[in-house]
C-alpha cells in the first residue's frame, strides 16, 4: 500500500514529506547506500524536521550563554535545570503549539500545555506553574475572536485539571498574527537534585516500557506540518487532531515521580513531536546505544495500524522509560496503582540503530546519529529588510509626528489619551482570560496575575520564592530585531527585579516566519544577537528554549518576529517579596532610569494614533540596565521600597495608573515635565516608578538614575499639574476594555 | 412547531477520553458488555416552521454547533405541534 | 486528633487540604488513597477538590464508586465530619451525601477568583468560630459550582439551618446564593469555595482558619 | 452488536445556560427560527447481544450516567449487526 523504495525515489514522494534531493541522497548515505523505505523516510523527515533538528537555526542557538555554576542541566533535555540551594532545584521551559492551535484553538492550546508540563516532570520535577504567552490578530476580526477565546479556553480546560497553577502569561493583538496565532506554554517545576532524570537509554538488554495513553493515528506529521507555512491547502492535509486528556496526564505525573524513587529507572522521556520515533531515537542517540521496537507491543487505539503510522503518531499523555531488566514488573507496578500501564515494548541493543519490528517484519533500522546529532545544518541566506532600511529613514521624524496627532485628535489632552490606552487590547485589564485560569491551585500562589510584575510562588519547606514572567514586544523587535531582542530580555529582567527576585535564568520561544526567506532570516539571527548581547549584559544564562518557524500564511504574510522570553528568578527572604500596587498614602514615587532613551517608535501611542507602528524601536544601555537591576535588588533588600512596577507599553502614564488600581488611593505628578508628551507616553530605556516612605535614601542610592515624580494620595484620583483623573473609571475602563472589545464586536 | 433533534460526536479516530472514562466506569460497575462508549453532545432546537428547513439546520452546524475538525454530526427534524 | 484527606485520581487540592490542617499541631492529618476500604481511627474526613477522574461525565459521578465511599457513608452516618470543598462537593452529593445537584456555571466559564461570602449559620460544627453573619473572603476556582435544588428542598435546607455560607455577588448562578450546605444532621459540609486556600497571611488571607478550627473545637469538646 | 443512543438533557424546569448561549448565538447568525435551544450530552453505547438489555442500561442509567436530580433521559437500541 505504500509506494516501495525505488517508487519513492522515482517518483520523489520524499518531497510531499518535507524532504529535499540533497537531503534524501543524506539519507542514502545514512543507510549505507541502501534506499529508505516508506517508513524510515517517514521518519527521517520528522527528526530532520526544523521541530525536531534545530536544522535552521542550531547555529543561532550556539550563540546562547548557556552556562552558570548553577546551571545543572543546560539546553539538550526536556527542560533546563538550575540550582537554587538547599538541594533543590527549578526546571523549566517554554514549547510552541502554534499550527495546532491555528487549526483547533482549543485542543492545540490544551495539549499544547500538556506537552510542557510532560517535558518538565520527565525530568523528574514536580509541575508547580504554568505561563503562556498569546498573539492573535486583532479582536475587530470574528475568526480571531474564536481563536482567543478557544485557546483561552483550551488553557484553562487542561490546566485546572491537571492541578498546575497557570500563574501568569502575557496576549497581544495584532493583525501580522491574523491566521496564525502563536500560543507559547511555559511550565516550571521544582526538583531534589536526587531526583533529576534524564532521558537516556543505557545497558544492553534492559527494556524500554511504554506508558500512558495509546496511539492513534493523530498527530501523524504534526513536527512536519509544525515546520511548513499554513496554507488553505495545509489545512485539508492537517494531521487528525491530537486531543488532550489532562486526567491521563494527572495520573502520569503521579505515578512517574514515584516511579523515578525507583532505582533501577535508567531513563525517562516524553513522547512529544514525532513520538515513538524521537523519543526512542534521542534516548538511545544520548546513552550511545540502540533501541529496538517490537511494535506489535504498543498499546493501540486504531486497528490495523501501520509501522509507519505508530512510529508518526503523535498522540498524547505518553512516555518512554527505560528500565533495568529484571525490574519492569515492580515499575509496572508503581503505574498500575495509578490504573496506568507499563508495557514492555523494546530492549536497548549495543549496536547504535533504532530498529522497529512489527508483525514479525523488521520495517526499519536506521542509525541513530543520524536521525539525531547527524541531522543536517543550514546556514541560510540573510539579508537586511527593505522595512528596516525604510524604518531607520522614518525615525526621525517619528516624534514630531505623534505630536501632532496627539495635538490634533486629542487636543493634546493627556486625561483623554491614557484613556484611550487603557482601552487598549494590548494594556487592558486581562482578568477575562487569567479568571478562567486556576492560579491558586497548590497554594503557593504568592502573587498572581496583576499583583506583582512577576507571578511569585513560595517554596514550602524552605525561606525562598520563585518568580516568573514571559515578556516579548514583537513591535519592538520587528521595528529593530536587535535592539528589540535586548528589550524583550531587559524587559523581563526588570519584572523579575521588581518582585524581589535575582533573575536566574531564560527560556526563550522563538516564534519567526520562514528561514528560507533571507528577510526573516536576518530578523532570526539580529533577534538572537540582541538577547545574547543582554543575557552576557545582565549574567543571566539561557538553559533551553524552543524554536517554531513558518509562522506564515501564503496569502498574509510573516508575522512580526516574535523571540518570547521565559525568565525566572529567586528570592531568598520573604521580606524582599514585592508588588506593584501603592500602599500608602503619602509615601513618595520615584522613577528609576532616565527618560534620555524613550521614543515612540512601536509604542502604544503610535499604536492608538495610527493603527500601525513604523520607525525605530526605542533604545537601551545595557551597562545601565545591568546596574540599575543591581542597584533596584538592594533597594528592594534595604527594605526601601513598598511597591514597584516597571514602564513598560503605555509608557509612564499607564505604570503610574496601573499601580493604583485597587487600592483606593491616588497619586500626585509634581515633576515638572518640559515635554508632558513624551514623558507621559513614550517608551523603552529600562525604568520603574517605586513607592517608598524613604525618599531620600532612594534618591541617594540611585544618584541620578532616580527623580522624585510625585506622592501617594489618599484620595483615589490621579493628578496630573492640575488634571484629575478618578481612578475608579479609569480603571472600570482598564477592566472592561476586553470584554468589550470581544462581546460588542460580535 | 419543529423539534430538530441535532447529534454532535467526535470523530471516529479522534481520541475520546471521556467516552474511556465512562467505559471503565461501566465496567467498574460490572457492565462489562459494554465494549466502547462515545461521548457527544444532543441539542435539541425548536422552531416554527420555516422554508428551506434542512438546509438552514446544516448552516447551522457548520457556523456554530459543529467543529467539523473533529466533530462528526447527524440530525433528524420532528414535527412537535 | 486524625483527619483524613482523600485522595481520588484527578484529586489536586489533596496537597493543599493536608497542608491547611497540618498548621493545627493539634492535628494528625493524612492522605487516604481512593482504594482504601476503611476510615477507622479517623475522627473527621476531608474529600478536597480537583478534577476527579478529569470531571468526565459529570463531575463527582465516577469518583462515587471508589471503595473508600462506602466508608465514608458510614463514617458520615456516624456522625464525625466531613467536608467536601468544591470537587469534594460534586462527590458529596453525587454519592447522596448532601442534597441537590451543581451545574455549570451561569457564564460557562471556569471562574478562580476570591469571593465575598457570608456566615449564615454560625451553630454548626463547621462555623462556630465566625461570627453571625461574618463576611469572609474566600477564593472560588470551579466551573460547574452552579447549586440547584427544587424549592422544596430550598425551604427545607433553609428553615434546618443547613445552608451555612452565602455568596454576596452570585458568581455563577447558584440557587439563592447558595455556597455552602450540610447535612440535616450537621455533620456533612460541602461547599464551592475553597477554605483551604486561605489559611497563611503570605498566600493573601486567613478567612479560611476558623473553619478549621470550628471543626478541631467540635472534636475536642466531644471527646473531653 | 448492538448500539444503544442515550441521550440526556437538563430537566425543563432547570435553567440551562448553555442553551440560552446557543440559542442567542444562532440568532446573532440570523437563525431567528429557533425558538429555543437544549443542550445536553450523547451516548453511544456499543455491546454485544445480552438478555434483559433494557433494563440493564435502565440500570446504568440510574447508576451512572444520568443524575436523577437534574437531568433525565431517554435512549433507543438498534441492531449495529
Ligand atoms: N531557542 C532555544 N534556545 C535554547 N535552547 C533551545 C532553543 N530551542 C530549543 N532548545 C533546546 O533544545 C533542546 C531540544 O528541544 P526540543 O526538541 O524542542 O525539545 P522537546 O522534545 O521538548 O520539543 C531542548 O533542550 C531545548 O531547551
Ligand atoms: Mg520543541
Known amino acids: ?746 | 412547531m419543529y423539534k430538530i433533534k441535532v447529534h454532535v460526536y467526535l470523530k471516529e479516530n479522534i481520541l475520546d477520553p471521556q467516552g474511556k472514562a465512562v467505559t471503565n466506569a461501566l465496567h467498574q460497575l460490572g457492565f462489562n458488555e459494554v465494549q466502547t462508549v462515545r461521548v457527544g453532545k444532543y441539542f435539541q432546537l425548536f422552531t416554527d416552521n420555516v422554508d428551506d428547513i434542512e438546509s438552514r439546520i446544516k448552516s447551522m452546524c457548520q457556523k456554530l454547533l459543529v467543529n467539523e475538525v473533529i466533530e462528526d454530526v447527524d440530525f433528524t427534524i420532528e414535527n412537535a405541534a | ?224
Not at chain 1, 518535507?18 to 541502501?34: A, Y
Not at chain 1, 525566572?568 to 503619602?586: E, R, S, W, Y
Not at chain 3, 453571625?132 to 425551604?155: K, R, S, V
Open chain 3, 1 to 224: 486528633m486524625k483527619v483524613a484527606v482523600l485522595v481520588f485520581p484527578g484529586s489536586n487540592c489533596d496537597q493543599d487540604m493536608l497542608g491547611a490542617w497540618q498548621l493545627m499541631p493539634e492535628v494528625e492529618c493524612q492522605y487516604v488513597f481512593h482504594s482504601e476500604s476503611s476510615l477507622e481511627g479517623f475522627d473527621v474526613v476531608a474529600v478536597p477538590g480537583g478534577f476527579s477522574y478529569g470531571d468526565y461525565l459529570r463531575c463527582g459521578a465516577i469518583a462515587r464508586f471508589s471503595p473508600v465511599m462506602k466508608a465514608l457513608q458510614e463514617f458520615a452516618e456516624s456522625g464525625k465530619p466531613v467536608i467536601g470543598v468544591c470537587n469534594g462537593f460534586q462527590i458529596l452529593l453525587e454519592a447522596g451525601l448532601l442534597e441537590g445537584a451543581l451545574l455549570r456555571n451561569e457564564g460557562l466559564s471556569f471562574i478562580c477568583r476570591p469571593e465575598k461570602l457570608r456566615v449564615v449559620n454560625k451553630h454548626s460544627m463547621f462555623t462556630s468560630a465566625y461570627a453571625e453573619n461574618q463576611i469572609l473572603e474566600i477564593p472560588i476556582a470551579h466551573g460547574e459550582g452552579n447549586y440547584y435544588c427544587d424549592a422544596e428542598t430550598y425551604a427545607r435546607l433553609k428553615s434546618n439551618g443547613q445552608i451555612l455560607f452565602e455568596y454576596e455577588h452570585n458568581p455563577n448562578g447558584s440557587f439563592m446564593n447558595i455556597a455552602g450546605i450540610c447535612n440535616s444532621k450537621g455533620n456533612v459540609l460541602g461547599m464551592m469555595p475553597h477554605p483551604e486556600r486561605v489559611v497563611e497571611s503570605l498566600l493573601g488571607g486567613t478567612d479560611g482558619l476558623p473553619l478549621f478550627h470550628s471543626i478541631l473545637n467540635f472534636c475536642q469538646h466531644k471527646t473531653a
Open chain 1, 1 to 746: 500500500m505504500y509506494p516501495n523504495p525505488q517508487q519513492i525515489k522515482d517518483q520523489k514522494i520524499y518531497s510531499r514529506m518535507g524532504v529535499s534531493d540533497g537531503e534524501f541522497e543524506k539519507i542514502t548515505e545514512h543507510l549505507g547506500g541502501r534506499l529508505p523505505n516508506y517508513t524510515e523516510l517517514g521518519i527521517f523527515s520528522v527528526m530532520w524536521s526544523e521541530h525536531c533538528s534545530y536544522k535552521n537555526t542550531k547555529p543561532q542557538l550556539r550563540k546562547f550563554p548557556t552556562k552558570s555554576p548553577k546551571v545543572l542541566q543546560g539546553p539538550g533535555e526536556g527542560a533546563g535545570v538550575i540550582d537554587i540551594g538547599d538541594g533543590l532545584a527549578v526546571v523549566f521551559k517554554i514549547e510552541s503549539h502554534n499550527h495546532p492551535s491555528a487549526v483547533e484553538p482549543f485542543q492545540g492550546a490544551a495539549t499544547g500545555v500538556g506537552g510542557i508540563i510532560r517535558d518538565v516532570f520527565s525530568m523528574g520535577a514536580r509541575p508547580v506553574a504554568c505561563l503562556n504567552s498569546l498573539r492573535f490578530g486583532e479582536l475587530s476580526n470574528e475568526r480571531n475572536r474564536y481563536l482567543f477565546e478557544k485557546v483561552v479556553k483550551g488553557i484553562s480546560a487542561y490546566g485546572n485539571s491537571v492541578g498546575v497553577p497557570t500563574v501568569g502569561g502575557e496576549i497581544y493583538f495584532d493583525d501580522c498574527y491574523n491566521g496564525n496565532p502563536l500560543v507559547n506554554a511555559m511550565c516550571v517545576g521544582l526538583l531534589k537534585h536526587e531526583d533529576l532524570q534524564k532521558g537516556v537509554a543505557g545497558g544492553i538488554g534492559n527494556s524500554v516500557l511504554y506508558v500512558g495513553s495509546s496511539t492513534g493515528r493523530d498527530g501523524i506529521h504534526g513536527a512536519t506540518f509544525a515546520s511548513e507555512n499554513l496554507s488553505e491547502e495545509s489545512e485539508s492535509k492537517r494531521p487528525s487532531v491530537q486531543v488532550g486528556d489532562p486526567f491521563m496526564e494527572k495520573l502520569l505525573i503521579e505515578a512517574c515521580l514515584e516511579a523515578i524513587q525507583h532505582p533501577k529507572i535508567i531513563g525517562i522521556q516524553d513522547m512529544g513531536a514525532a513520538g515513538l520515533s524521537c523519543s526512542s531515537a534521542e534516548m538511545a542517540a544520548k546513552g550511545g546505544v540502540g533501541i529496538e521496537l517490537n511494535l506489535d507491543l504498543v498499546p493501540q487505539r486504531e486497528k490495523n495500524m501501520s509501522a509507519y503510522e505508530m512510529m508518526l503518531s503523535e498522540s498524547q499523555e505518553r512516555m518512554l522509560l527505560v528500565v533495568e531488566k529484571g525490574y519492569e514488573t515492580e515499575v509496572a507496578d508503581i503505574f498500575k496503582k495509578w490504573d496506568l500501564y507499563a508495557v514492555n515494548v523494546g530492549t536497548v541493543i549495543e549496536e547504535p540503530i533504532l530498529r522497529v519490528k512489527h508483525k514479525g517484519v523488521t520495517e526499519a533500522e536506521m542509525p541513530v546519529q543520524a536521525l539525531t546529532e547527524e541531522a543536517p545544518v543550514y546556514y541560510r541566506n540573510s539579508a537586511e529588510p527593505v522595512y528596516f532600511q525604510e524604518g531607520m529613514k522614518r525615525a526621525a521624524s517619528v516624534s514630531a509626528e505623534i505630536k501632532e496627532q496627539a495635538e490634533q485628535k486629542y487636543q493634546n489632552n493627556w486625561i483623554e489619551m491614557l484613556k484611550g490606552l487603557l482601552a487598549t487590547s494590548s494594556i487592558a485589564s486581562k482578568r477575562r482570560v487569567f479568571q478562567q485560569y486556576d492560579y491558586m491551585v497548590q497554594t503557593n500562589t504568592v502573587a498572581g496575575p496583576e499583583k506583582s510584575d512577576a507571578a511569585i510562588l513560595r517554596i514550602r519547606g524552605t525561606q525562598k520564592a520563585l518568580a516568573m514572567t514571559v515578556d516579548c514586544n514583537s513591535r519592538y523587535v520587528y521595528l529593530n530585531p536587535e535592539k528589540g531582542g535586548a528589550l524583550c530580555m531587559a524587559e523581563a529582567s526588570r519584572n523579575i527585579i521588581a518582585s524581589g527576585a535575582q533573575p536566574i535564568g531564560v527560556t526563550d520561544g522563538l516564534n519567526f516566519g520562514s528561514p528560507e526567506n533571507p528577510e526573516i532570516f536576518w530578523q532570526i539571527e539580529k533577534s538572537v544577537d540582541g538577547i545574547v548581547a543582554a543575557c552576557k549584559a545582565f549574567d543571566i544564562p539561557v538553559i533551553g528554549g524552543n524554536v517554531s518557524l513558518y509562522n506564515e500564511r501564503s496569502s498574509m504574510g510573516a508575522v512580526y518576529p516574535t523571540p518570547i522570553i521565559g525568565m525566572v528568578g529567586l528570592i531568598d527572604n520573604p521580606a524582599h517579596i514585592t508588588t506593584q500596587m501603592v500602599k500608602h498614602a503619602g509615601d513618595s514615587l520615584i522613577l528609576i532610569g532616565g527618560n534620555e532613551q524613550a521614543a515612540f517608535g512601536g509604542s502604544e501611542l503610535q499604536k492608538m494614533l495610527f493603527g500601525a507602528v513604523y520607525g525605530d524601536c526605542p533604545g537601551i544601555d545595557l551597562e545601565e540596565a545591568a546596574q540599575l537591576n543591581m542597584r533596584m535588588l538592594e533597594a528592594i533588600h534595604q527594605g526601601l521600597v513598598r511597591s514597584a512596577h516597571d514602564v513598560s507599553e503605555g509608557g509612564l502614564a499607564v505604570c503610574l495608573a496601573e499601580k493604583l488600581f485597587g487600592t483606593g488611593l491616588g497619586a500626585k505628578v509634581s515633576y515638572e515635565a518640559e515635554d508632558p508628551i513624551n514623558w507621559l507616553f513614550a517608551e523603552g530605556g529600562h525604568r520603574w516608578v517605586l513607592s517608598t516612605a524613604e525618599p531620600e535614601k532612594v534618591l541617594a542610592l540611585f544618584g541620578a538614575h532616580a527623580s522624585l515624580i510625585g506622592e501617594v494620595l489618599a484620595e483615589p484620583s490621579l493628578e496630573l499639574w492640575g488634571e484629575s483623573l478618578p481612578v475608579a473609571g479609569a480603571e472600570q475602563i482598564w477592566a472592561n476594555a476586553l470584554d468589550h472589545l470581544v462581546e460588542l464586536a460580535g
